[in-house]
């Protein structure tokens, strides 16, 4: 019998809390939020590729290497199949309908409402799970599980936790959790299994959690180091060409595509009394720093620019912390019918002719941002993510209000000559963070 068939059966019992509202999209978001098993396999999934690498993760280093995450968390394609693992809620999925609105949050909480603005509008009316609700994730493994595999759940489940959150708006905070107790690993028969544990504390000072937090990503790169995964992407050519895919860029050498990890406990450094002053804090500052006078310099009114369908030098700085970004007149001419313009984003086409694009809905912020508790307080953990940025790796375009990014080709219908030329020194999401009053470096 093969050393694999002879491993014993794993259960891992994860428990977890909410700290912020959860906005988890069901059948009807609208009146009920659900928390579903399949929702906490996607959101780890996107962890697990976060940590191997974008070309580990699409299967462009080897005809197999798509395959390892096919065994952790299942797939449909060739050669693909069941995850190893049974991931389930040990209790009955936790609802809620707990109601969000930014016209009351924008007097009292004006960062919280700018960091939640999609969440009512138009016919958005998103319900959510409340802050402090309880759930237990049961991860239970009926063959066992090789260790290299282990290993990397165990950091994806970490990083997750840490760093990332559930549902909608998520890279702002909202569906944030943490531990809610010990995490459990036994066998079927109850009994403990040694050598697996979940590299986070439960809670902990300031100093525990940076601690924590650090050997975490120590451990995340030398087990990147360990199985030849996340191998590093030079050339901006190469990040366009393999699509908008961010990914934790982990080494000892930092340049300027590095990840980074902050942690900021506000001016005071002493942490905020709830989570949610703690994102309205945090979303003042980058409502302000995104309306600072240069941000959109871009040798003249955007807005103008492209009124008279004049390409503009650059796209505006802000487009790096994501797109579609909306642009409106300041003022409306009787009789104009200018409506307003969208940034999007456009991906050069690396096996078509020069010069082709197609125009993509959205492109991702780099910046995330995640609550977690500081003993009795609140603290945030701010990860900027490595890859193509909009606006300094990847082309960005500009469609009228009325025009439909999903005619795919921007030539010949965006407002100016074609996609605006990259600023490779747009980096304003990592001034944004760097200048964060007393935030300490987790990595590098």
Excluded: C
């Amino acid at each position: 019998m093969s050393a694999a068939l002879r491993r014993p059966a794993e259960l891992w019992t994860i428990p977890l809390r909410l700290l912020t509202p959860a906005f988890i999209g069901g059948a009807a978001p609208n009146t009920r939020a659900d928390l579903r098993p399949a929702g906490i396999r996607g959101a780890l999934r996107a962890w697990y590729r976060l940590l191997v690498g974008p070309e580990v993760a699409a299967g462009l280093v080897a005809a197999h290497a798509h395959l390892r995450e096919s065994r952790l968390f299942g797939g449909v394609g060739h050669g693909e199949g069941q995850s190893v693992a049974a991931l389930s809620l040990v209790e009955p999925p936790p609802t809620g309908d707990m109601a969000w609105s930014n016209r009351d949050l924008r007097g009292p909480s004006p960062g919280l409402a700018y960091f939640g603005f999609p969440l009512d509008m138009g016919e958005n009316d998103r319900r959510a799970l409340k802050p402090g609700t309880t759930f237990a994730l049961r991860l239970s493994f009926p063959r066992g599980v090789g260790e290299d595999d282990a290993a990397l759940l165990l950091h994806t489940l970490a990083l997750w936790v840490s760093l990332g959150g559930l549902g909608t708006r998520s890279r702002r905070g909202f569906g944030g959790l943490w531990l809610n107790g010990t995490p459990t690993f036994t066998d079927f028969a109850g009994r403990p299994l040694p050598g697996r544990a979940l590299p986070l504390p439960s809670a902990g000072a300031s100093g525990a959690l940076q601690a924590a937090l650090r050997e975490l990503l120590k451990g995340a790169q030398a087990l990147r180091e360990r199985l030849g995964l996340g191998l590093p992407v030079e050339s901006a050519a190469h990040l366009r060409a393999a699509g908008p895919a961010y990914h934790l860029r982990l080494s000892a050498k930092a340049d300027l595509r590095h990840s980074k990890v902050r942690l900021w406990l506000g001016d005071g450094g002493r942490g905020w009394a709830t989570a949610q002053a703690a994102l309205d804090d945090l979303g003042r500052r980058m409502q302000m720093k995104r309306r600072e006078p240069g941000v959109d310099a871009v040798g003249g009114s955007p807005l103008r620019l492209l009124t008279e369908r004049r390409r503009l030098p650059h796209a505006p700085r802000r487009v790096a912390f994501g797109l579609p970004l909306t642009l409106r007149p300041l003022r409306q001419v009787p009789g104009d019918k200018l409506g307003t313009f969208n940034l999007l984003p456009a991906l050069e086409d690396p096996g078509g002719a020069v010069g082709k694009f197609s125009v993509e809905s959205r492109a991702p912020s780099p910046l995330l941002v995640s609550v977690v508790p500081v003993g009795a307080r609140f603290g945030l953990a701010l990860t900027l993510l490595s890859g193509p940025w909009p606006g300094r790796d990847l082309w960005v375009t500009a469609l009228e209000g009325g025009a439909r990014a999903t005619d795919r080709q921007s030539n010949g219908e965006s407002a100016g000559e074609g996609p605006m030329p990259l600023d490779a020194a747009n980096n304003l999401p990592a001034d944004f963070i760097g200048a964060l009053p007393r935030a300490e470096d987790l990595w590098p």
